[in-house]
């Protein structure tokens, strides 16, 4: 029961982790447009944003490989 629960917070943490990359994403998109078309012209905010989104997609990247590098592992355990 507890491992259930668990699992279910993890999965809500990992839900929220990877909606706040989305998000930052899309302000980074958003920023551009924004300088693109006059509504802001502070290039700051545009690079900073960026950067943001550059981030997190990295480590989102690298979260990544390193589950699925643990689940190759696992996966090549002998089994008794």
């Known amino acids: 029961a507890w491992f259930g629960i668990l699992a279910?917070?993890?999965l809500q943490r990992l839900?929220?982790?990877?909606?706040?990359?989305?998000q930052a994403q899309t302000q980074?998109?958003?920023?551009v447009v924004d300088?693109?078309?006059?509504?802001?012209d502070d290039l700051t905010k545009v690079m900073v944003?960026?950067?943001i989104s550059s981030l997190g997609f990295q480590m989102t990247l690298n979260v990544r490989n390193?589950?699925?590098?643990?689940?190759k592992e696992i996966m090549n355990m002998p089994v008794w």
């Open 28 to 31: 980074a998109a958003q920023s």
């Open 35 to 40: 300088y693109e078309t006059g509504e802001n």
């Open 66 to 71: 390193k589950a699925l590098s643990a689940y």
């Open 15 to 22: 839900q929220e982790a990877l909606n706040s990359v989305a």
């Open 8 to 10: 279910v917070l993890k």
């Open 49 to 51: 944003d960026q950067q």
